[in-house]
């Protein structure tokens, strides 16, 4: 599927052989793709920055 250039972008990532290894075994429990799995945990991850950040205001 593309991507939908109005509010989406395509990024990569270089990571280290074991560590792809063990996000594609976590990606395939939880049923998603490896990029879904990375896209999810990018928006958990920044949610709750974004919290953090506004609890400290």
């Given at each position: 599927?593309?991507?939908?250039?109005?509010?989406?972008?395509?990024?990569?990532?270089?990571?280290?052989?074991?560590?792809?290894?063990?996000?594609?075994?976590?990606?395939?429990?939880?049923?998603?793709?490896?990029?879904?799995?990375i896209a999810f945990w990018v928006e958990e991850?920044?949610?709750?920055?974004?919290?953090?950040?506004?609890?400290?205001?």
């Amino acid at each position: 599927m593309g991507i939908n250039p109005a509010d989406q972008v395509n990024a990569s990532v270089v990571l280290q052989k074991d560590v792809y290894e063990r996000l594609k075994a976590i990606a395939s429990q939880q049923k998603r793709s490896i990029s879904k799995q990375i896209a999810f945990w990018v928006e958990e991850r920044l949610v709750h920055e974004e919290e953090k950040i506004a609890s400290n205001k």
